[in-house]
């Protein structure tokens, strides 16, 4: 069938019948996700005016890259599959991009053998079978996609184990907690290859994590991006949680806050910033209107730019179940917390997802007066 997404058209797969899947995949769900990878394309081009050349690593029907390349990219599409190379290099055509090139190769081969300014990984399922090939010849920019939210937050433990190299959880803040076990997992392959990491911008949405890597090929800041690394203790009880920095666990066997002794330990993850305010910025005002996902991307870009770097995030109506106390609107919940001294702001992972610098106990005693 025939689609225009962000001013291309193209020939994509029709409807998947259920039990019956396509050979090659396009998902119309992702379209918020490829408006964001342009503008952020287009705000980092003016961040590191050397990078032109982008890689679309699994390219399926060529959307993304072909959106890329009609915006100014030195493009290379890549697939092993040999249906979706010729519907890549269809797009590519009927949207007079044919200097982009169009490659039936195994991607980590092509990784291995080219160098590119940008390279975006949006495999099915985990990205990290192809992590270090990009690590090993990226200059710039790094785009992950991971789909895989099931093992990132602990609700398939094992396949988390097995595919991060870490110790996932699932807790309250289940959707933050893949996006740090993603990074802390990328981190950690980077730094085989002397790299350091900066998140840039990363969203959590619809059953994805996305994330933006700035790349520094110095031992330097790879040692760096390592020393952004940690544990997370979280008492599944009152709810409480502690960032410990460090690659060595050392678990609390009970409780801060409550003394209870249902105590998990995560990790390693990501302790840093998620976020470069300024550069999130830059990419809301490279959203233009005409994109159909324009409303909901601008509004999550202002969500970015203002959260907090805490490592975690509470759900106020998790919080308030957990108290027996009803809860009330999110805008006087988190004026109560900021007129008690503490930092807090909204999180995107959800309406009722909010950021603060307060424990649990502060919280509860900060916000408990207008919730009877």
């Known amino acids: 069938m025939r689609v225009t997404e962000g001013g291309v058209e193209l020939e994509v797969p029709g409807e998947q019948t259920e039990g019956i899947e396509e050979a090659v995949f396009y998902n119309p769900r992702q379209e918020l996700n490829r408006d964001l990878t342009i503008a952020t394309l287009r705000a980092y081009r003016e961040r590191e005016d050397r990078a032109t050349s982008y890689l679309d690593a699994m390219t399926a029907s060529g959307v993304r890259g072909v959106r890329a390349a009609a915006d100014g990219w030195d493009v290379t599409c890549c697939d092993v599959d040999e249906e979706a190379v010729d519907l890549a290099r269809e797009n590519l055509e009927r949207n007079d991009c044919e200097a982009a090139t169009v490659e039936h190769w195994n991607v980590n081969a092509l990784m291995h053998d080219s160098t590119f300014d940008v390279i975006d990984l949006d495999p099915f399922g985990t990205p990290m079978p192809f992590a270090d090939a990009a690590f090993a010849n990226c200059r710039d920019l790094l785009c992950v996609t991971a789909t895989d939210t099931a093992p990132l937050c602990g609700a398939h433990f094992n396949s988390g184990v097995r595919s991060y190299s ?64 940690g544990q997370l203790y979280h008492c599944e009880d ?72 805490e490592p975690t995030h509470y759900d106020q109506h998790k919080l308030c179940r957990n108290w027996g106390l009803p809860a009330n609107a999110m805008d006087d919940f988190l004026a109560d917390l900021r007129e008690a001294g503490y930092a807090a702001s909204r999180a995107h992972y959800g309406g009722t997802t909010f950021k603060t610098d307060a424990s649990v106990g502060e919280i509860r005693a900060a916000t408990e007066g207008n919730l009877d």
């Open 166 to 229: 870490a110790v996932p959880r699932n807790t309250d803040y289940h959707a933050e907690m893949g996006v740090r076990i993603l990074i802390s997992a990328l981190a950690r392959s980077g730094a085989r290859f002397d790299v350091g990491v900066e998140p840039i911008l990363t969203h959590a949405t619809s059953h994805y994590v996305r994330t933006y890597l700035e790349l520094t090929h110095k031992p330097t800041a790879a040692d760096a991006a390592i020393d952004e690394l």
């Open 238 to 309: 009152c709810l409480y949680r502690e960032a410990d920095p460090g690659l060595i666990a050392d678990p609390l066997e009970t409780c801060p806050h409550c003394g209870g002794n249902r105590m998990l330990t995560a990790g390693p993850v990501w302790l840093g910033a998620v976020q470069d305010s300024e550069f999130i910025a830059a990419v809301r005002d490279e959203i233009p209107y005409t994109f159909d996902t324009a409303p909901a991307a601008r509004e999550l870009c202002d969500t970015l730019a203002a959260e907090l770097d």
